[in-house]
């Protein structure tokens, strides 16, 4: 499972460096020091990297050839594009479990019911562990595993301790998560116990349980891999990188994605940057972050215009994945919706059950968080903010089978949001109870 050998020795590391995001500090770190946010500012931090030496053309060629390669450092969907992030200064200890290698999904359905001509979807959902965060799993394992690290943390109940928890052990660390009494996500939570991650609740909440596990970090070792790690931000770049390979490098007009963190916002935005940059692409697409109604501070933040993001107290929606009310990323999520020109926009629990449903219908299904781009692109097509004959790629960021609860309940008529009140099964698809009886069977399916 390892990568391959000792050819694949990275000449460039030693000019990737951390530098505080923030515009009056920008101060620089080397990049092995562990350090999660700013020493002097406590600001974000980000890779920086020279140039590749390779022009667009070399390495568009160079990508195209390695997915006709064996060796696992080419055929995973991460590594393959390794010169958009030489972080590491050999390839020997990286991990993969194939991660990316997610398709673009076309359906005429989905298009037609969020109101445009054509729609694509990048179905993040393919991962190994069944979401986006593998992408940047992989990059986090690498890095702990490069700093001598024996042990890795996060404190969370779903995707990322599903896939933490996988690379780790495929990496032989030990990792550990850290939940919150009684607020658990079962689904989730069974990938991490299977994958052998050591899972403590503690009587505390987010907030608290993450200052107790950075003073722990420290004493044992223990590097973490929260979002706020800005080695996962340079694995999900790639999920832009495969896209724009996919498409034969012609930027799409928008790319639609679920805001929680904002982490992939930040990751997606620094990518395209980057690409354009190199001249592999000629421009940048418009980002559009969608956010659930009850958990919407971003778009709270970016449509007031504040100066600084008030957190959401107690954030509510069923797509536990972008249920986050202080998000950490939120800096670098307005530079990059900022800079490219892109939107924010937030959709009811009602709004996004159905386009859940739509997205299943369509046989390619997604979890609750992912369904917020179909109903966010319907509202922005309605206003009229993306063009019916746009070309725009949603990402769907978690697969269907994270949330099977969710999907009987609306099915069933059960489902009801966070405020109690009963969501309409519009696109309900409930099991029916039959006798025992071909000829009334058949009578009732000729019949349908
Ligand atoms: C983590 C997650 C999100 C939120 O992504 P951010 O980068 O934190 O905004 C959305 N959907 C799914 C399925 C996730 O696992």
Redesign the pocket.
Known sequence: MRGTGSADYNEDFMAAELICFEEKCRARYPITQVIYNCPQCGGLLEAVYDKPEQSAPMLRRLWRDRRASNAPLDQSGVWRYRELIPFLPSYDGVVTLREGNTPLLESKQAAQYGGLDRLVFKHQGFNPTG???DNGMTCGTAQALRLGMTRVACVST???SASMAAYASAAGLQPIIFIPHGNISYGKLAQALEYGARTLQVKANFDQILALVRQLAERLGIYLLN?INPFRIEGQKTIMAEMMDQRDWRSPDWVVL????????SAFGKALREMKDLGLIDRLPRLAVIQAEGAAPFYRLMRRKARRLSAVVHPETLAT??K?GD?VSWPKARHEVSTSQGTVEKVTEQQIADAKAVIGRCGIGC?P??AATLAGIRKLTASGVIAKDADVVAVL??NVL?DPDYIYRYHTGALKAPSGAKLRSTFGNAPVIVPNDAKRIARMLEGS
Do not use: W, Y
């Open positions: 979401s986006f965060k779903g995707n990322t979002s679920p805001g929680g963190n904002l982490g992939n916002v994945a972008i986050i998000p979890e968080a992912s960021t978690g994270k």
